[in-house]
Every structure is written in structure tokens, then in C-alpha cells.
């Protein structure tokens, strides 16, 4: 209880004063401190914008120069500043890897067992690694060097979230191996860029192909882009005469891939990898992009039989040839509506297919068509045998309400009629006037409309 508290300072005085004693203000509470995860949201959102900033183009040289302003601020900024700066990691040159992994070993090598965290810093904090610009332009004569120094840094990454490689680059299976037998392989999301050679992968006496290895581990993976090396003319000869020859591969369980939503295999026809994920389930796949091969029997070609088992849940298809000298085209399944009856984006590849509708058949008896919620069709130029097709196809695709020409551009402002109505330009513009009367908007490769529209 208080008592109040009275002070005399001149008690001997005619008339002596009383002063009443007040205490002193309490001291404030000091702040709590913010979790370093929060700091980090604070210098993202100021930063950036928004996330899409976050994203783009140059984020990755503004993150790295803002942090390197922020760790002169403080020690505290520092703690906080120092992970945004390794959280990804984008490297030019064979040097700056070279660097980087020895700055990573030294370090895990100085990290103790006394310490609360099993895993070594900076490595731990690296999520994002993109060697897609250092693989671009590889002399053959380095390829060794890049391949082992990525066996001796994939497993000092063990929150490593997403890789992104060039197509042009083939990993050994020594970096196979370090990627697969690492802890945090569960923590891979992304793989992109990933050249897949069934030659080398899959031409092994006994055990598995390593990248079938790798996919067993990484259960939380949502994105996969692999690129194979296709067929020449003497493979796609003996891919003809040996069908019957060939047998198809044992897989010894299919694998488990929960979270994968969207997958990529271009220029490959046939290869254990690709067998794996056709007899395995993937109930979250909602993309694919594909390079047909429909011309090519099974089990030669298994890109038609990966669209009818995997094409029911899809929402986007395209199916692409990747360009190279000569390009050659194989021709596409003509049932992908019927396989893949919930597309709302479909893209298709030359020679362009001539596709079909099915028709239900209710318990009636009596046939009904088959309304699709197709919403974007994309092509590679305006045909007149396709528009055909497209004429017969359109009462079904109530939906539809873009048409992309993939590899055309319109004509810049300022051509002439004469010029706007030649050659690729005047069968463009003939389709769009056709389309706009359906309420159908056509698009160049550049999702940009006619001026003239």
C-alpha cells in the first residue's frame, strides 16, 4: 500500500514548507526483438513493391546491393541482411563457382559440432542457385571442372529449393549422386534447365538411372523442366524397323511426387525417366509441356500414352519442338480434346492435328456433344486447312476466347495497307475479321491484338 511521503527541508523556518515526494517515473519496458524473419519481410516489402518486383529481372542485383547497404548499419542488420544476401545465388562464370564453393567448404569446415545448427553457414541459407547464365556459353574443356565442383557443393546446400541449369548441360552422375545423397533432398522444389541423356543415364549394367534416383528423394518437388536430346535421321529409322525389338523397362516402384503441378519433357520420345513418371501417379499435375512424337509406335514413342494416362486433371498442354538444324516435326495425337477434356489452354505444335470430338452417351441412348472449357488455343501460324478444323470445333468451344499465333508478330504501326494485307499479315487479319465476328480475340506471339482492331 503507499503512503504518502512528505519532506521538510527547512523545519526550524517561521513558516516551514512541506514537499510532497513523488516518485520517479518507471522505467520503459525495452522492446521485444523481432524475430529475424520478420526483419526480413520488412527489407522485402521495402525493398519491393509488391511480390512480382520480387521476382523479376533485376531483383537479384538490387537484393544484393541493398543488402550489402544494409550490413553496415548495425550488427543487428548485419544478422538479418547477411541470409537475404545468400538466399539466392546467381553465378556468371566459372570462377565466381569456383569461389563461392571453396568460400562454403572453408566455412563448413570452421563449423563445429558444439553449435545448435547441424548445417554450416552461408550454405544453410542458400535456397535459390542459378548457373543457367554461367552454362550458357561452357567451352567443352570445362565441362569436368563445373561437374565436380558441383559434387563438392550440392551437399553443403542442404535448403536448397530450387536449381535452374542450362539445357545444354548434362550433369554426371557424380553431381547426380551428391544432389540425390544429401541431406534436405526433400527440400528441392524446383529443378529447371535439366539435360537428360538416356544414353548415358540409362546405359548402366545394374541399379537405377541416377535420375530416377534423384526424383525418389525430392517428394515435395512441384516444378520439372528436362530437356533430352531428341532423334536424327538413323534413330528415327531404327525406331521404326526395331519397334518390336524393344522392351519396355522394369521400374522397380513408381514414384512418389504428391506436389507436382508442372512438368516438361522436351525432344525426348523415350527414356527410362520418362517411363517412371508415366506409371506413376501425379494427382496434382496441372501443366505439361510435351514434344509429340504420335508418329512413332509405342514403346518407341510414349509421349501419346503419357497425354492419355496423365491428360484428365491437366488445365494447360503445349506441345512444343524445340528449334534446332533441321527441325523435324512429328505429328500430333488427334484425341488430346477427348484425353484432356478440362483444358482451358491448349498449344499445338506442326503438322497441326486434325482434332475430333467425342460425344457422350447418357444412359438415354441418345448422343450429346461434349462441351469443352477450353479458353486460349495457341498455333504457330494461321493455316487454311486448320481453319477447317477450327470452323467444325467452335460450337463446342463456347469458352474459347483467345487465339495466339505463337511464331508471328503483327506489322509495326505505320506499314502500308498493301503491306498489312501480304503474304502471313493478310491471312492474320482474315482471321481476325472472322473471329471477331464469333467474339473470339486473336493475338500474336506477343498476346498483342491487331491495331487495327
Not at 163 to 169: D, M, N, V
Not at 200 to 221: H, K, M, W
Not at 229 to 241: A, K, M, R, V, W
Not at 294 to 312: K, R, V, Y
Request: net charge neutral.
Amino acid at each position: 500500500m503507499c503512503e504518502t511521503v512528505l519532506l521538510y527541508p527547512r523545519p526550524l523556518a517561521r513558516y516551514p514548507g512541506r514537499l510532497l515526494l513523488l516518485p520517479l517515473l518507471p522505467h520503459r519496458s525495452p522492446l521485444k526483438p523481432l524475430p529475424s524473419e520478420i526483419w526480413s519481410r520488412i527489407f522485402m516489402q521495402a525493398l519491393f513493391e509488391d511480390d512480382q518486383d520480387a521476382r523479376s529481372h533485376n531483383a537479384h542485383n538490387d537484393v544484393r546491393r541493398s543488402c550489402l547497404s544494409l550490413m553496415l548499419v548495425c550488427k543487428g542488420f548485419k544478422e538479418v541482411a547477411m541470409p537475404l544476401l545468400y538466399s539466392r545465388v546467381c553465378l556468371h562464370s566459372v570462377n565466381s563457382l569456383q569461389k563461392f564453393t571453396a568460400h562454403l567448404h572453408s566455412a563448413d569446415q570452421m563449423w563445429d559440432s558444439i553449435r545448435r545448427i547441424p548445417y554450416s553457414t552461408p550454405g544453410r541459407w542458400v535456397q535459390v542457385l542459378d548457373l543457367s547464365e554461367l552454362l550458357t556459353e561452357l567451352d567443352s574443356s570445362a565441362y569436368y571442372a563445373v561437374n565436380a565442383l558441383l559434387a563438392q557443393l550440392f551437399p553443403l546446400l542442404p535448403f536448397l529449393a530450387k536449381l535452374t541449369l542450362h539445357s545444354g548441360f548434362l550433369l554426371s552422375r557424380r553431381a547426380l549422386a551428391s544432389l540425390s545423397h544429401r541431406d534436405g533432398s526433400s527440400n528441392i522444389r524446383v529443378l529447371a534447365g535439366i539435360h537428360y541423356d538416356p544414353f548415358i543415364y540409362s546405359a548402366v549394367a545394374t541399379g537405377e538411372d541416377p535420375f530416377v534416383q534423384l526424383l525418389r528423394v525430392c517428394v515435395n518437388l512441384e516444378l520439372l523442366e528436362v530437356t533430352g536430346i531428341g532423334l536424327d535421321d538413323t534413330d528415327l529409322e531404327s525406331h521404326f524397323d526395331n519397334t518390336e525389338s524393344i522392351k519396355t523397362p522394369h521400374i522397380a516402384a513408381p514414384l512418389y511426387l504428391p506436389y507436382l503441378r508442372s512438368l516438361t519433357l522436351l525432344s525426348m520420345p523415350s527414356s527410362l525417366l520418362m517411363y517412371a513418371l508415366l506409371h506413376s501417379p501425379l494427382p496434382r499435375l496441372r501443366t505439361l509441356s510435351l514434344t509429340p512424337y504420335d508418329d512413332i509406335p509405342f514403346p518407341a514413342s510414349l509421349s501419346s500414352l503419357f497425354l492419355e494416362t496423365h491428360g484428365q486433371h491437366l488445365r494447360a498442354i503445349s506441345l512444343f519442338t524445340p528449334k534446332s538444324w533441321p527441325t523435324h516435326y512429328h505429328s500430333s495425337p488427334t484425341t488430346i480434346l477427348h484425353t484432356s477434356p478440362h483444358l482451358k489452354h491448349l498449344s499445338l505444335e506442326y503438322p497441326l492435328p486434325a482434332l475430333t470430338i467425342t460425344f457422350q452417351t447418357p444412359l438415354t441412348g441418345v448422343s450429346s456433344p461434349l462441351i469443352l472449357p477450353l479458353q486460349i488455343l495457341s498455333i504457330p501460324r494461321p493455316s487454311s486447312d486448320f481453319w477447317v478444323t477450327l470452323e467444325r470445333l467452335l460450337p463446342f468451344l463456347p469458352s474459347l476466347q483467345v487465339i495466339r499465333m505463337r511464331d508471328v508478330r503483327w506489322l509495326r504501326h505505320g506499314m502500308t495497307s498493301r503491306a498489312q494485307e501480304a503474304g502471313i499479315q493478310g491471312e492474320m487479319r482474315e482471321w481476325d475479321r472472322r473471329l471477331t465476328q464469333r467474339g473470339i480475340r486473336l493475338l500474336d506471339g506477343n498476346w498483342k491484338e491487331s491495331r487495327g482492331a
